[in-house]
Nanobody
Framework: QVQLVESGGGLVQAGGSLRLSCAASRRTVSNYSMGWFRQAPGKEREFVAAISRSGGSTNYADSVKGRFTISRDNAKNTVYLQMNSLKPEDTAIYYC????????????????????WGQGTQVTVSS
């Protein structure tokens, strides 16, 4: 199973930007469809963005569409989440997730479809 480690979280003012990274080890991330999820205090973990193995297919939650961009660099075994125009409601722990999949175009918004998870990185947006 791939091991995932997130980084890049922090405290930022509303309207600011952050770029999260998800570094994979033990397996090559090119064999995995990847996603980002987040969990705010007292709320369920929710889908943010996903990207296929090839990078050709992406999917975003409506709440982040147009502000966040998911990308991957398979040569660096890393997946990114660029977050712009951040809002206080984006405050959460952000988790990277992966699913080993043969279909290079497969993406999923469902948390239960992913079987590898990182430990999370905190993002706090102040108003």
């Amino acid at each position: 199973q791939v091991q995932l480690v997130e980084s890049g979280g922090g405290l930022v003012q509303a309207g600011g930007s952050l770029r999260l990274s998800c570094a994979a080890s033990r397996r090559t991330v090119s064999n995995y469809s990847m996603g980002w999820f987040r969990q705010a205090p007292g709320k369920e973990r929710e889908f943010v963005a996903a990207i296929s193995r090839s990078g050709g297919s992406t999917n975003y939650a409506d709440s982040v569409k147009g502000r966040f961009t998911i990308s991957r660099d398979n040569a660096k075994n890393t997946v990114y989440l660029q977050m712009n125009s951040l809002k206080p409601e984006d405050t959460a722990i952000y988790y990277c997730a992966g699913r080993f999949i043969i279909n290079a175009a497969w993406v999923s918004v469902a948390r239960l479809d992913y079987d590898s998870w990182g430990q999370g990185t905190q993002v706090t947006v102040s108003s």
